[in-house]
C-alpha cells in the first residue's frame, strides 16, 4: 500500500487514520452548521469545530453537492475563492488545507495561495487536473465520476465505481474516494450500501483511501433518521470503514468522528509488513473478489484468486452417510473436512454429526460437487456454498 505525503501529513496504513472536516463557502450547501460567507466566523469555526476538535485536513467546498441545483463555472467557483483563501490566512490551527473542485484552474489558483491539498469531486474528468497537481507536489482525493464535469460520483454499479477510479491515471500522491451519493438520480440507497461492503475491494489500487459517508442518506434511512438524528449511524459506519481500510474520513462531525475512527483502528486485523531488500505485506484479501484487484494491480493472473481465500462452514445433522463422503472428498484437494461429536441438543449423544468444512474457492467446489447426490439434505445445506 503506498502511503502519501501531504504537505507533511502522512496518509496511509503506516499512518493513523486521518480526519478531514469540511468548511463550506457555499450560501447553497444543505448542512448549515459548516456554512461561512465571513472569513472571519469562517476562520474561527475552522480554529475552534474543525482543527481544535482533531481534523488533521480543512476541505472548503465552493459550491453545494445538491444535485438540484445548477454547476458553477470555473469562472463562479474563482470568484468564490477569496473567501477560502482568507479564511485560511486568518486561522491560527495547524492543518493541511483541500480544495474542493472540479477544475484545474481554481486548483492550480488555490495551490498557488496557500491550500496545500485538491479534492477532486469529478476525479479528473478534467484531464489537466492531474498535472496541475504534479507541478505543485500537492496531494488529491480522486473522487470516482464519469468523464463529465457536471455529474460528481454519478455512478452506480460497484464494477463502474472501480473502474472509474482509473480515468486519466493517478499522481504519486493520489487518494481514492469510491464516491458515496453524488449527482445521479439514478443512484440508489442500495448502491452505495453495496459499495461499501466492497470497500476493501478499493484498496486494490495499492493507494489510500478516503469516504465522505457523514449523516449520509444510506447511513440515516436504513434506522430511520433525519439528517439531524444521524451522527450515531455515522459512527459506527465510521468504524467500520476504517476496519475494512479507509485512510481519509471526511465529516462535519469532527470530535466524534475522530473517536469512532480510533476505534476502527484499534480492532482493525493487523497484517504483517517488512520493508527491506526483500519486502514483504499481507494483503487485504477476504474475498476473490478482492484477491483480484491486487492481483490485476500487480499483473497477475487471475487464476489464483481462487487459492487465495480460505472459508469455514460448520455442518451439523450429517448422517454417517453424508460424513463418510464429505471425507473422501477432501481426502485430496484444496479442502478438508474435520468431524466432530454429535449430539441431539441437550448434550446427549445423538445420530448424526457435526463437522467443520474448510477449503478454498476451487476447493469447496469441488467438494460440493462430489458429494452431490449423497443426500437432498446436504445438497440443500451445501447450496449455499457460492458467492466465495
Known amino acids: 500500500m503506498r502511503n502519501v505525503d501531504a504537505a507533511g501529513l502522512g496518509i496511509g496504513d503506516d499512518h493513523p487514520p486521518r480526519i478531514m472536516g469540511v468548511l463550506n463557502v457555499s450560501a447553497e450547501s444543505p448542512y448549515d452548521p459548516s456554512v461561512y460567507d465571513d472569513p472571519g466566523e469562517a476562520a474561527e469555526y475552522v480554529d475552534e469545530e474543525l482543527i481544535g476538535e482533531g481534523a488533521d485536513i480543512v476541505d472548503v467546498g465552493l459550491e453545494s453537492a445538491n444535485k438540484d441545483l445548477d454547476v458553477l463555472s470555473a469562472e463562479e467557483e474563482l470568484e468564490r475563492l477569496d473567501v477560502a483563501v482568507e479564511t485560511l490566512e486568518s486561522t491560527s490551527g495547524d492543518a493541511v488545507w483541500s480544495i474542493e473542485t472540479r477544475y484545474h484552474e481554481v486548483a492550480d ?115 430511520g433518521r433525519t439528517t439531524e438524528e444521524a451522527l450515531p449511524v455515522s459512527l459506527a459506519a465510521t468504524s467500520m470503514a476504517v476496519e475494512r481500510g479507509a485512510h481519509v474520513i471526511r465529516t462535519h462531525d469532527v470530535a466524534e468522528t475522530r473517536d469512532a475512527a480510533l476505534i476502527g483502528e484499534a480492532f482493525a486485523r493487523r497484517r504483517p509488513r517488512r520493508d527491506g531488500p526483500v519486502a514483504v505485506e499481507e494483503l487485504d484479501v477476504t474475498t476473490v473478489r478482492e484477491a483480484e484487484r491486487h492481483l490485476d494491480r500487480l499483473g497477475v493472473s487471475r487464476e489464483v484468486a481462487d487459492e487465495t481465500v480460505v472459508h469455514t462452514y460448520e455442518l451439523s445433522g450429517l448422517s454417517p452417510e453424508a460424513v463418510g463422503a464429505l471425507r473422501a472428498a477432501t481426502n485430496e484437494g484444496d479442502a478438508a473436512f474435520a468431524v466432530g461429536r ?27 460437487a462430489a458429494v452431490h447426490g449423497v443426500s437432498e439434505a446436504l445438497d440443500a445445506a451445501l447450496s449455499t456454498i457460492g458467492d466465495t
Open 109 to 223: 489558483e488555490a495551490l498557488s495561495r496557500g491550500f496545500d491539498m485538491v479534492n477532486d469531486v469529478c476525479g479528473f474528468a478534467d484531464p489537466e487536473m492531474p498535472r496541475v497537481c504534479r507541478e505543485h507536489d500537492a496531494a488529491v482525493s480522486k473522487m470516482a465520476s464519469p468523464p463529465d464535469l457536471e455529474r460528481p460520483g454519478a455512478i452506480e454499479d460497484v464494477d463502474d465505481i472501480y473502474d472509474a477510479l482509473s480515468m486519466n491515471g493517478f499522481t504519486d500522491k493520489t487518494i481514492l474516494d469510491p464516491a458515496f451519493g453524488g449527482w445521479s438520480e439514478a443512484k440508489t440507497h442500495a448502491d452505495d450500501r453495496e459499495t461499501f461492503r466492497r470497500l476493501r475491494e478499493f484498496r486494490g489500487y495499492g493507494r489510500p483511501l478516503l469516504v465522505s459517508i457523514n449523516r449520509k442518506s444510506f447511513l440515516k434511512t436504513i434506522a
Open 342 to 368: 454429535g449430539d441431539d441438543g441437550d448434550g446427549e449423544r445423538g445420530e448424526t454429526s457435526r463437522g467443520v468444512l474448510v477449503g478454498t474457492a476451487d476447493g469447496l467446489s469441488s467438494a460440493v
